[in-house]
């Protein structure tokens, strides 16, 4: 399977630089995995398509202000970190530009030395493992000297942090939003609840694999980033309870996706539990709890393309792409979404 198999011409001007107003405004393309027949509406009408009993599954990740500008002592250019992820303590992997400033050993300063890194290792894909010094708490600092981590596709300046947040996030810890997510409001989520329709959190932190495009010829040669995943007792049993009643489960961007299918096992149930997956959906996998997915338009030859192939088809997809470049849907982050039915 070829990485240009999942290829789609796509117009610049529909890359969405800005979310709007309203979210849940955002234009919603319905696509029939089944027939490939497909609808225009917009994100409120998503309650008509979900039924009483059926379970939505989101992902209650928070971002946190993850790009750091800082430089080394005596030094003036400017180095730039992104935040992965925890390791341990204070200890985070790292991507850093440019690479050649950031050595094993190197210390970097940020806001004139209220927050402190030194780079422990590079490691083989090209992260680093820094440590960081500080007074007080990490995570104020955190936010006092972060931007929020915008894709490099965004160039517009966001001017309210909490429009790359989900409103229902709450578990600090990704490097990415699950954009997904981004189309629901208090009160669509609160009607949807009063149709009956149960809804359950699961946590899975973005990390590198948002970031990192495939760029192997062959896509099985792909190897994907590990991310930490967390379900509850809560989450599973309203997830297995749906199942076991004959609601179908609709999975709320491919980060929740990715989740399920890494802890259901082959009968569609899951346990309370946590760790990390770096599970690769593509054409040919048998999805085993994931019904239904709510999900944004992906970049050209990426993971998250090659994932909703699999649950749909490619050609219903880049059949459904076709059709969105046509009606100019507005594509990724802020863009608007598809309902995978």
């Known amino acids: 399977m070829k990485r240009e198999d999942f290829n789609f011409i796509l ?6 630089q800005h979310p709007l107003e309203n979210r849940e405004e955002s234009k919603l393309l319905i696509l029939d995995k089944e027939t490939g027949n497909i609808e225009h509406k917009h994100f409120k009408d998503i309650i008509d398509y ?14 946190i202000p993850a790009r750091l500008y800082g430089n080394r002592p005596s030094k003036e250019e400017s180095i730039e970190i992104l935040l992965l992820k925890r390791m341990e303590n204070d200890i985070w992997e790292v991507l850093v530009k440019p690479g050649k400033k950031a050595r094993p050993g190197h210390t970097i300063e940020f806001g004139e030395g209220i ?14 493992l820094i ?3 500080y007074k007080g708490i990490f995570e104020e600092i955190l936010d006092k000297l972060g931007e929020m981590p915008l894709p490099p596709y965004i160039t ?18 990704s490097a990415a939003a699950p954009t997904a997510g981004l189309h629901f409001t208090n009160r669509l989520l609160e009607d949807i609840k009063n149709k009956g329709i149960n809804i359950a ?17 062959n896509i099985l040669e792909h190897h994907m ?33 990715r989740t399920l ?32 997915l709510i999900t944004n338009f992906h970049l050209p030859e990426s993971t998250l393309l090659m994932l909703v192939s699999a649950l749909a088809t490619q050609e219903n997809i880049l059949n459904a792409y076709k059709i969105a470049v046509e009606e100019k849907y507005r594509f990724f982050s802020f863009g608007d979404a598809m309902f995978i039915k």
């Open 115 to 128: 927050l402190k890194g030194t780079i422990l290792s590079i490691e083989e894909d090209g992260t680093r």
């Open 131 to 133: 440590k960081f010094e």
């Open 50 to 63: 979900l039924s009483k009993g059926d379970c939505l599954v989101l992902n209650d990740t928070r971002v």
């Open 201 to 217: 959190y699961i946590t899975l932190h973005v990390g590198l694999g948002t970031f990192r495009p495939v760029k192997v010829d």
């Open 261 to 292: 299918e890494t802890v259901s096992n082959e009968d569609g149930k899951i346990t309370e539990s946590s760790g990390w997956t770096d599970i690769f959906i593509y054409p040919g996998y048998k999805f085993k709890i994931v019904d239904k």
């Open 156 to 173: 517009e300046v966001l001017e309210d942090r909490e429009r790359y947040q989900t409103v229902y996030s709450k578990n600090i810890g």
């Open 11 to 16: 117009p610049e001007e529909l890359i969405a």
């Open 225 to 257: 980033h590990s991310e930490y995943y967390q379900i509850s007792e809560e989450s599973a049993a309203i997830i297995n309870n749906t199942k076991s009643k004959g609601g179908k489960i609709i999975s709320v961007g491919t980060t929740s996706t």
